[in-house]
């Protein structure tokens, strides 16, 4: 039986590319090949189209449903759908909206997002937890979340809810020993914060001193800190949003010792440098407060070639849909109590691809590979990430001649502004299909992993 014919595209793996048909049945790939016969299903003309494997994002920041705005998960998978991306994995940090006590207990957190997310999302979704110093005792939990399918787990080097240093290798040990894997968020607070402090007794308070005051050298400072500590737990590392070249690095000597050390950057830090934050207007500049910071050229340029060389493994939005009017809000409070993050969770496949495959930069297969077949292989989504015969039909069909200009008002995503406004894309998402459906309102399901 066939219930979908996906007929006359080009199908796009992180091996390689080849024309060809795909049929699914029963949301899985059956046969992959030239001509497959329709048998009773429906065909879709992917003629002139790409088919790639649905993006998975692994770096997302999604807010829960709450009584003030009870669909905002759901549009931002819906906007994630809009945008190729096929399966996100959400982290529960305060700012999600997690209740205190489900901020207090990675038990509670767990528990509580899965039952305020149910049926709320259009495409697959699935949580890593957050780790703080300021939860009772996360430490014991993870043997048991890992059991429930959450294997992975950001913890933070710096601000206040950050996890000392002999925490966070106990943390990588014991979820190493069970299973698991840490997501680290690497800048080094002994360089961050007297320079934080320095800058507000000079009244120095506007939102450009937040980028100031996080020198790369803290991001590659604490990238190494956090590779010896790995290596010491012998444990699996992940890092999270690497913007520079100094981490970039310490990264590619980690993996030339073969130590299973990974690492993600984003659109942003691929796209843009840190002459924006010469902007005049702090309107524009508080779009900017993200951390780490936008970087220079030479750090852009740098990671290029890391995702062409292997040395980054993964792209990910890290997707924080704050808006300007709300969250960030202006007057800007002084720059340490602004809102961090941005929105991405649409745009990451478009802005990836365009900058990426239509600029020249990597092939069609290093972005499908980044974007998806990675991603989905170090976070335990063994169904997802590639086209191939008994893999969920995760699929997206792409016109990779179309072109665009990113517009805030035609994306979906519950922010009030993109990074990317104004940037002209090549490639356009054509239609999305999750275990062989049409995203919509809750058909999207929790997926529990484990680690290969
Ligand atoms: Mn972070
Ligand atoms: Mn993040």
Request: aromatic share 6%.
């Amino acid at each position: 039986m066939t219930d979908t014919v996906l007929a006359g595209g080009t199908v796009v793996t992180a091996g390689g590319s080849f024309p060809s048909d795909v049929a699914i049945d029963d949301g899985r790939i059956t046969a992959i090949g030239p001509d497959l016969a329709p048998d009773g299903g429906e065909v879709i003309d992917a003629s002139g189209l790409l088919v790639l494997p649905g993006v998975v994002d692994v770096h997302t920041h999604v807010r829960l449903p709450s009584n003030e705005e009870p669909k905002r998960f759901l549009q931002d998978s819906l906007a994630a759908a809009a945008g190729g991306t096929t399966t996100f994995l959400s982290f529960n940090n305060p700012g999600t909206g997690i209740s205190a006590a489900g901020q207090r207990s990675l038990l509670r957190g767990m528990a509580e997002f899965r039952e305020r997310t149910a049926g709320e999302s259009a495409v697959d979704f699935g949580l890593s937890a957050v780790i703080t110093g300021q939860q009772d005792d996360p430490i014991a939990e993870l043997p048991a979340l890992i059991q429930a399918g959450v294997p992975t787990f950001k913890a933070f080097m710096v601000y206040d809810f950050r996890l000392p240093d002999a925490e966070l290798a106990r943390a990588m040990q014991v979820a190493a020993r069970h299973g698991g894997m840490l997501q680290v968020h690497c800048e080094e607070p002994s360089i961050i914060d007297p320079l934080v402090e320095h800058a507000l007794a000079a009244g120095d308070v506007g939102c450009r001193h937040h980028a100031l005051c996080r020198p790369a050298s803290a991001e590659a400072s604490a990238t190494r800190k956090a590779i010896e500590l790995a290596r010491e737990a012998e444990a699996p590392l992940y890092i999270v949003h690497l913007s520079c070249e100094g981490a970039l690095e310490v990264v590619a000597e980690a993996k030339a010792r073969g130590e299973p050390v990974y690492a993600e950057t984003c659109p942003h830090y691929l796209t843009f440098t840190d002459a924006l934050y010469d902007d005049a207007e702090e309107s524009e500049v508080i779009k900017r407060v993200i951390s780490p910071p936008l970087r220079s050229g030479r750090d852009v340029d740098a990671l290029w070639a890391g995702l062409r060389d292997g040395i980054l493994d993964t792209v990910g939005s890290d997707h924080v849909p704050d808006r300007v009017a709300i969250e960030k809000h202006l007057p800007a409070p002084p720059f340490p109590e602004i809102s961090n993050g941005g929105p991405g969770i649409e745009t990451l496949l478009s802005v990836t691809w365009s900058r990426g495959v239509a600029e020249g930069r990597l092939s069609p297969e290093r972005v499908v590979d980044v974007l998806s077949s990675t991603p989905a292989q170090l976070f335990g989504l063994r169904s997802k990430g590639a086209i191939e015969v008994g893999r969920d039909a995760d699929l997206v069909l792409f016109d990779p001649a179309a072109r665009r200009v990113i517009h805030e008002p035609e994306l979906h995503h519950t922010s009030d502004y993109t990074p990317f406004e104004g940037l002209e894309v090549q490639g356009a998402v054509r239609s999305v299909l999750v275990r062989g459906r049409v995203p919509a309102p809750g058909t999207g399901t929790f997926q529990e992993r484990a680690l290969a």
